[in-house]
T-cell receptor, first 112, second 117 residues
């Protein structure tokens, strides 16, 4: 186990609603990244947070936003949900000065 | 832009066979890292190996080995004497290496490995 936890495990939302996904990093990991994995695809980078600031963003619209807290936990918020947002959302944390990312079990979001 | 290609969509082998998963990458960076991750049915991505672009030494770790060839932009991964527990989707990934910290991973589309008895 990596020590990275995510909640909830599964979530069903309706198109147009808003959702918040949570991630708790391993102790001492100050960088957290979020990825979206559609069915049958590889994970796609959404954004990364380092010391509570956004530190890089992938090709996702502004309705995808995030936060990192002083205890290095993190949230991913998605507004105005669309059907294509249905996916597995993965959180990954990294310790200082390391290039390795350790993934949590993911949150499976279904938008109907 | 970075790109990772895993041409093999699905591979089926019988237990104890050796299997090689192919990965070809594209990047304009002179320094970068290459990774292999395993994703079992539970969904969690499990880190397997990482290689630096400036270190082409190939290694063996238990039943795993990898072949990094910068000249052909390939980073292949071999499982020796496969076991049923190796059944999973395997992802090859690429990241920058000059940021001082973990940067975004660019993943391939994955290869589903099925090992049967």
């Amino acid at each position: 186990e990596t020590g990275v936890t995510q909640s909830p495990t599964h979530l069903i939302k309706t198109r147009g609603q808003q959702v918040t996904l949570r991630c708790s990093s391993q102790s001492g990991h100050n960088t957290v990244s979020w990825y979206q994995q559609a069915l049958g695809q590889g994970p796609q980078f959404i954004f990364q947070y380092y010391r509570e600031e956004e530190n890089g963003r992938g090709n996702f619209p502004p309705r995808f936003s995030g936060l990192q807290f002083p205890n290095y936990s993190s949230e991913l918020n998605v507004n105005a949900l669309e059907l294509d947002d249905s996916a597995l959302y993965l959180c990954a944390s990294s310790p200082l000065n390391s290039y390795e990312q350790y993934f949590g079990p993911g949150t499976r979001l279904t938008v109907t | 832009a970075q790109k990772v290609t895993q041409a093999q969509t699905e591979i089926s082998v019988v237990e104890k066979e050796d299997v090689t998963l192919d990965c070809v990458y594209e990047t304009r960076d002179t320094t970068y890292y290459l990774f292999w991750y395993k994703q079992p049915p539970s969904g969690e991505l499990v880190f397997l190996i990482r290689r630096n672009s400036f270190d082409e030494q190939n290694e063996i770790s238990g039943r795993y080995s990898w072949n990094f060839q910068k000249s052909t932009s390939s980073f292949n991964f071999t499982i020796t004497a496969s076991q049923v527990v190796d059944s999973a989707v395997y992802f090859c990934a690429l990241s920058e290496a000059d940021t001082g910290t973990a940067s975004k991973l660019t993943f391939g589309t994955g290869t589903r490995l099925q090992v049967t008895l």
